[in-house]
């Protein structure tokens, strides 16, 4: 295997069972720590709006940043990233404040997914389907802008007040199904982001469509390709397949049921998920390198799954599949 695969560990946060976020954020807190001591690259929390507390789609809070906000001092070493947050919901100004403020909470360690956000979403925040792809090119425009000084106001050039940490802004990943938002990533971002729900194969191609238009249109830059995929690690085969249909097949089914994931016949373990021993494992994450990924967030404590199955998890995980993608690291 080719050792260039970043690993880092992507949280639900949104409560369920009449939890709160309060509650939820502390039930996760052990995993965020462990995440961190153990060396993943990153924490990742994305972004949903919820119009029906039936939804079983409702996998994330309304606001990445804020919750990410909840963890950047209580973690000071580990990357986060929003990914990804969704730009019906957000005006480019207070966006760009928003995230500038993270990135100075986190000393520098944000970087930014922007994603366009579901057509409910678009009507809600009473958005027209012909606005949302201009919109994101416009806000990314908007926000290197601000945060590098040449943000006008009254026509005179300004920078935002806290400006961030890092150089120029966080790093800015874009995401998104079609092509076009593949392509998009290479011209104004700074890598691509595959959703949850997108199967592999639909993952390849928009790698292939981002690294063909970054090779046009920004030659010799490193690509970035991130993904975030649902992953119980366990010691035996049987064991992973157990967890996964008890806490992980279900958010599968919504996934088809609900067309993210292309098609409702997609084989969902397979394709949306990492399921089985560390060595199992390992063998489909190699699947990832070849379709282009670089980065993959693993998903381990969906809905009301037992921390302990999440901490088991990663640290299988850091200890026997991460070596092999890792070139720091040697085998246990």
């Known amino acids: 295997m080719n050792a260039s695969l970043s690993v880092g560990v992507a949280l639900d946060l949104a409560p369920h069972d009449g939890a709160t976020y309060a509650t939820t954020l502390r039930e996760l807190l052990p995993v965020a720590r462990l995440s961190e001591e153990?060396?993943?690259?990153?924490?990742?929390?994305g972004e949903s709006y919820v119009f029906d507390a039936g939804d079983p789609m409702t996998f994330h809070a309304p606001n990445a940043l804020m919750m990410l906000s909840a963890l950047a001092l209580e973690l000071p070493r580990i990357?986060?990233?929003?990914g990804v947050s969704l730009l019906a919901g957000w005006?480019?100004?207070r966006l760009a404040y928003d995230a500038a403020l993270l990135d100075q909470l986190s000393d520098g360690r944000l970087v930014l997914g922007l994603g366009l956000g579901s057509p409910r979403a678009w009507r809600a925040f009473g958005l027209d389907s012909s606005e949302v792809g201009p919109r994101l090119r416009s806000a990314v425009a908007f926000l290197r802008g601000a945060w590098d000084g040449s943000f006008p106001i009254d026509g005179v050039d300004a920078a935002l007040v806290p400006r961030p940490v890092q150089q120029g802004g966080p790093p800015i990943l874009v995401g998104g199904s079609l092509p076009v938002s593949a392509r998009r990533a290479a011209r104004i971002g700074d890598g691509y982001v595959a959703s949850s729900g997108y199967p592999l194969d639909?993952?390849?191609d928009q790698a292939a469509h981002y690294r063909a238009q970054l090779a046009d249109s920004r030659?010799?830059?490193s690509p970035t390709v991130s993904v975030n995929r649902?992953?119980?690690v366990a010691r035996t085969h049987e064991l992973a397949v157990a967890r996964y249909q008890e806490h992980f097949a279900p958010i599968v089914d919504a996934y088809a049921r609900s067309g993210a994931s292309g098609t409702p016949h997609v084989d969902g373990q397979r394709e949306l998920c990492l399921v089985g021993t560390p060595d199992g494992v390992a063998e489909q994450l190699s699947r990832y390198q070849d379709a282009g990924v670089t980065d993959l967030q693993?998903?381990?404590r969906p809905r009301g799954t037992p921390v302990t199955y999440a901490l088991e998890s990663l640290e299988l995980f850091a200890q026997h599949v991460r070596p092999h993608f890792d070139p720091r690291e040697e085998l246990a």
């Open 38 to 45: 153990l060396g993943f690259a990153c924490l990742s929390a």
């Open 230 to 232: 649902l992953a119980v």
């Open 79 to 82: 990357r986060l990233m929003a």
């Open 91 to 93: 005006t480019p100004l």
């Open 298 to 300: 693993l998903r381990v």
């Open 219 to 221: 030659a010799g830059a």
């Open 202 to 204: 639909l993952v390849s």
